[in-house]
């Protein structure tokens, strides 16, 4: 059974940083892509970071060059490192494990989720 554990979210303000983290158990991060995802307040779930199998990130265009999407495979535990935080960054975020990943764009493996984050950026 695949269990996805979000933790680090919470209240930043404007222009500072925050990493979330993901525990994952029953996958094996190693050897699946990644999604992050981003649910604003009234709006649908949209992905902000994937993660291929070889390591290679992309990232939507929204936060490019300010967020980073990483891996431990020792811990079995995938990260969000968000940077310059604006409050467009506010909403719930999940990770997703196992989906499919294609040119810089991912699938979700609709069995792997976790139950979400809360990050308010707010001052």
């Known amino acids: 059974q695949v269990q996805l554990v979000e933790s680090g979210g919470g209240l930043v303000q404007p222009g500072g940083s925050l990493r979330l983290s993901c525990a994952v158990s029953?996958?094996?991060?190693?050897?699946?892509?990644i999604g992050w995802y981003r649910q604003p307040p009234g709006k649908s779930r949209k992905l902000v970071a994937a993660i291929a199998i070889s390591g290679t990130a992309d990232y939507d265009g929204d936060v490019k060059g300010r967020f980073t999407a990483s891996r431990d495979n020792a811990l079995n535990t995938v990260y969000l490192q968000m940077n310059s935080a604006t409050p467009d960054d506010t909403g719930v975020y999940y990770c997703n494990v196992g989906g499919e990943y294609y040119s810089g764009s991912y699938w979700p493996n609709e069995g792997s989720w976790g139950q979400g984050i809360q990050v308010t950026v707010s001052s």
């Open positions: 029953g996958i094996r991060v190693s050897n699946n892509a």
